[in-house]
């Protein structure tokens, strides 16, 4: 029989089945993960979808300003512009008028906003010209000027919005209020002297943020509008509030720049305090930094040297042995000395007076009021070691005042048993110790508040954003002397400008009282490196509103307090009674008698 040559068909059934099952068990894989994805890891996958949709950004705060005591600002954040180009944008800009091609390109462009921006045609074309998608061409534009530029609708250029730091009052007060700038260890600008410096954190306030949701899958990130929106708002810093007077710290650095300059000291420093309050009304230091342009002066000029360097006072310390010996009832203003130029003491210490002499006849006003350091030893010595530390103690010597700066010294103040044969004896007229300049005006702050001692400072307080202002917290005032010592101190010191070393401090119309000093200054390795003069005064002597310290150093046209530091007292202590609006004295002078027969 023939073989039949049909092809054989399969079966239609088992196709079936065999597609069936792989359905099936694509069906159960899906099946499977859905229910991983919707049940077993529903929470972990949600969450990560989450994370890959949200985006957190940085809210920045708002650096606040520095105010003297008046409001006046003395240091401001203001808005900036970064401007920068797209070249590759502005290489295809074109301008019509009217359909006729008038601008195009990098060359046109340069062209008008070359006046706008202050810069040359070809140093802007420059910047403009070349393939790169971001070049910056100026900084820190002001809105007015960017206004400007966007007004002429040049394609390919865009700004940056910053904030930026200005001074209004250039280099008035620029050694308290600080500059800005960068660390090297980490980005951005932060203060790096001065209050802007000591305050950094009470003036940046605290950064906020936003978190929300975007789409993914949309160019650049779309905002969902039903997703999730966190903001956490930024905390803008508190605005600092000096005891500086913006017009008192400009006539004083005027006054003190053009003395440094007529007597060819190396530099100076003055001090006006509130006698009361222990409020700086100026700290003025010669020369002092622009904070707008620190790098203009030299780094060892930026900071304030009333606050870091240190000196012997002199005989301004005088007053101190003077203060310890009525308190302690060793003498009263009328005990009688004869006082001679040279002076040697039980251990064979022998020290001078400053001019040659006979012997005198003084009182213990007279001692003062000649500045005799023979007579001030001769005194000093019936004061026991440990009392004469106290009393430098007491009133504040070797330690900080914690005015408000950075970078304040301690000063020099060694243990009483620490002294040597001459150093227990020197103390007595300012040497073998040193002071800051503030320390110096605070020793005459305590003696004109009826010998109380207060701290001084340059932070009157911190004005908050919605206007809440609070008082800075300074230390709690400290008695030192009695009153009726600091009256007999203010009654001998006043005889220092009437017929003492202190005669050009005299403000006709107002009762001065002060000390003139005398005094070496050294480098940090012990060797003598100049000479210091000075004058510490308070007017009015009779009801005294204000302390002014006076510090020369290498003063080439004398070297005594009272011919190159008094005259600038009294021109400052002039102006600034005028501006406190302090009446003029009422009554004359009482003073002790000087001399005895």
């Given at each position: ?321 003077m203060a310890a010996a009525l308190e302690e009832g060793i003498a009263v203003p009328t005990s009688r000395y004869t006082v001679p130029y040279e002076y040697t003491t039980e251990n064979n210490q022998t020290f001078k007076d400053s001019h040659e002499h006979a012997d005198q006849k003084m009182t213990l006003a007279g001692i003062l009021v000649a500045s005799s350091n023979t007579g001030t030893v001769m005194v000093g010595q019936e004061i026991p070691q440990e009392t004469r530390y106290e009393y430098l103690q007491r009133f504040g010597l070797g330690t900080s005042t914690d005015v408000g700066l950075p ?191």
């Amino acid at each position: 029989m023939a073989r039949s040559l049909a092809p054989v068909v399969a079966s239609p059934l088992r196709r079936q089945r065999l597609v069936s099952l792989a359905l099936l068990a694509v069906v159960v894989v899906f099946v499977v993960r859905l229910v991983s994805v919707q049940a077993v890891n529903a929470a972990e996958l949600s969450e990560l979808a989450l994370d890959t949709r949200l985006t957190t950004a940085t809210v920045d705060s708002e650096r606040a300003d520095i105010v003297d005591r008046n409001g006046v600002v003395l240091a401001q954040s203001v808005q900036r512009y970064h401007v920068f180009v797209n070249q590759q944008t502005l290489a295809e800009w074109k301008r019509y008028d009217e359909g006729t091609l008038v601008a195009e390109g990098p060359i046109d462009a340069a062209r008008i906003l070359a006046p706008l921006l202050g810069m040359s045609e070809s140093e802007l074309a420059a910047d403009l010209v070349g393939d790169k998608t971001f070049q910056y061409i100026a900084k820190y534009v002001t809105p007015e000027v960017w206004a400007l530029i966007d007004d002429e609708g040049i394609s390919g250029i865009d700004r940056e919005p910053v904030s930026q730091r200005i001074y209004p009052n250039g280099a008035v007060a620029g050694n308290v209020i600080g500059f800005m700038g960068g660390r090297a260890d980490e980005p951005g600008v932060f203060g790096l002297a001065g209050i802007e410096l000591a305050l950094e954190d009470t003036l940046e306030g605290e950064d906020g943020s936003i978190t929300y949701e975007r789409g993914i899958n949309s160019a650049g990130g779309t905002v969902i509008p039903t997703g999730i929106l966190d903001e956490q708002a930024a905390k803008d810093g508190d605005t600092v509030v000096l005891t500086i007077d913006r017009d008192i710290q400009y006539m004083t650095q005027q006054l003190l720049d053009t003395a440094v300059a007529n007597t060819g000291s190396a530099s100076g420093i003055v001090i006006v305090e509130d006698a009361k309050t222990g409020e700086i009304y100026a700290l003025a230091d010669s020369n002092s930094v622009d904070s707008s342009d620190p790098g203009a002066t030299p780094a060892a000029d930026r900071g304030s040297k009333a606050v870091s360097n240190v000196f012997e006072p002199g005989s301004t310390a005088k007053i101190i042995t003077m203060a310890a010996a009525l308190e302690e009832g060793i003498a009263v203003p009328t005990s009688r000395y004869t006082v001679p130029y040279e002076y040697t003491t039980e251990n064979n210490q022998t020290f001078k007076d400053s001019h040659e002499h006979a012997d005198q006849k003084m009182t213990l006003a007279g001692i003062l009021v000649a500045s005799s350091n023979t007579g001030t030893v001769m005194v000093g010595q019936e004061i026991p070691q440990e009392t004469r530390y106290e009393y430098l103690q007491r009133f504040g010597l070797g330690t900080s005042t914690d005015v408000g700066l950075p970078s304040e010294s301690s000063g020099i103040l060694r243990w009483w048993e620490d002294w040597d044969g001459r150093s227990k004896y020197a103390v007595l007229f300012g040497q073998a110790v040193s002071v800051t300049a503030l320390q110096t005006a605070q020793v005459y702050q305590t003696v004109a508040n009826g010998g109380v001692r207060v701290q001084p400072t340059v932070v009157a307080g911190y004005e908050s954003p919605d206007g809440t202002y609070t008082p800075r917290e300074t230390a709690e005032p400290v008695r030192v002397i009695s009153e009726d010592t600091a009256d007999s101190l203010m009654r001998m010191l006043e005889d220092v400008t009437e017929d003492g070393t202190g005669t050009l401090a005299r403000i006709e119309g107002y009762r001065v009282a002060g000390k003139t000093g005398t005094a070496q200054s050294f480098a940090h390795d012990g060797t003598q490196n100049g000479v210091v003069a000075s004058f510490v005064g308070v007017a009015p002597a009779d009801d005294p509103r204000i302390v002014v310290s006076v510090i020369m150093l290498n003063p080439s046209t004398s070297i005594w307090g009272g011919t190159v530091a008094a005259p600038v007292f009294r021109d400052v202590a002039t102006f600034t009674l005028q501006s406190l609006g302090v009446p003029p004295s009422t009554g004359e002078a009482n003073p002790y008698p000087t001399s005895w027969e």
